[in-house]
């Protein structure tokens, strides 16, 4: 915990913490190529453990999940969410399996407001049920706490979909800024009773709202409609001594860091190298942005020059200036091998704790 402290705060922490997102697909692969199983990956490779505050912040109750059709391929079925998708079936697919939205829950305002009584703040079943033994337990750890917010472009897309999302903008701004705010006081209400008695040590606010070119909408409307509710969460988590914010948000999400340091956030993350981000030259342009990831997947996935070239290039200077967590640009893919990420890992190490 401490070392992570030290990291976003621009201090002298002995080195930066080691996370990583290792999906389930590319650990199988390794299985198979030699990783012992029945490990504890984390402390299998040597990475930095954290913890999430155990509040649900979700729909409750979930939606019924129900398949509406399906072959050998494909099925079309409602989810937990309550849109309705038409997905690969997952043992046909290794990794993520490719889904396809057709419908979502809300279409008009009074579907809105059928959902909303599915996001009820006072609902006992938010926190667990021996939340006060969980709670003295939490303000006893060693390492970092987290918990994840949901920015209002991803909680009103989730909800609609990019499509209706962006017509609501033009033909109903009224409802788009109605549900934006509905989402930022139902979560922070959800959150009161555990901020006041745990001091949080960092948020993801969860905002995927960039393709590779850049935003999908521009920066002056995401400072129309979103900074209001951004600047009450960051009000808010920094009342409640948080000591970062980091925006979670792939993509070319360059144009619209200025709103988010406007709202009071103070990082970035995954800094995504497919769509031209790059961490070193983020740092230049912000000198105290915390900056996540950055290190791209594809030249993992190559040889072991191609792995010191990505390294060398962005890790010693980000490590130099601090306020930097290096790990892979999103979740570590399968084209990734075994053999790669140990000599990724081992040389990631060697970088970081280079006197």
Not at 198 to 210: K, N, T
Not at 277 to 300: A, T
């Amino acid at each position: 915990r401490e070392r992570f402290l030290e990291t976003v705060r621009f201090g002298k922490p002995d080195r930066p913490p080691y996370w990583e997102d290792l999906r389930e697909a590319t650990l199988n692969r390794w299985r198979s190529e030699g990783m012992p199983r029945n490990v504890n990956v984390t402390e299998f490779f040597g990475l930095d453990a954290r913890i999430s505050l155990p509040v649900n912040l979700g729909l409750l109750p979930r939606f019924e999940e129900k398949v509406l059709w399906e072959d050998d391929r494909y099925r079309i079925w409602i989810d937990s969410s309550g849109a309705k998708r038409k997905d690969f079936k997952v043992n046909l697919t290794p990794g993520f399996v490719t889904r396809t939205w057709l419908e979502f829950p809300v279409k008009a305002r009074e579907d809105f407001l059928k959902v909303k009584e599915r996001y009820n703040a006072r609902d006992p079943k938010r926190y667990p049920k021996d939340w006060a033994k969980r709670a003295q337990s939490l303000r006893r750890r060693k390492v970092p706490l987290q918990t994840t917010i949901y920015g209002g472009f991803w909680w009103v897309r989730d909800l609609m979909g990019l499509t209706q999302l962006s017509l609501t903008l033009h033909r109903e701004p009224d409802f788009f800024t109605e549900m934006v705010d509905f989402s930022v006081d139902f979560q922070l209400e959800t959150l009161h009773r555990a901020l006041d008695t745990i001091d949080l040590d960092f948020v993801f606010l969860s905002e995927d709202m960039a393709y590779k070119a850049g935003p999908m909408i521009s920066p002056a409307t995401t400072r129309r409609f979103l900074l209001p509710g951004y600047k009450r969460i960051s009000k808010f988590l920094r009342d409640h001594g948080v000591a970062s914010i980091i925006v979670d948000c792939d993509g070319n999400m360059e144009s619209l860091i200025p709103v988010w340091m406007e709202a009071g956030f103070d990082g970035v993350h995954p800094c995504e190298a497919a769509a031209g981000v790059n961490p070193v030259e983020m740092r230049r342009k912000y000198p105290r942005l915390v900056l996540s990831g950055g290190i791209d997947k594809r030249e993992i996935s190559k040889s072991t020059e191609e792995i010191d070239k990505e390294i060398f290039s962005k890790v010693p200077p980000l490590v130099k200036t601090g306020g930097y967590l290096p790990h892979i640009d999103h979740g570590v893919p399968s084209d990734i091998s075994f053999r790669n990420y140990l000599y990724y890992r081992q040389t990631l190490r060697e970088t970081c704790e280079k006197d």
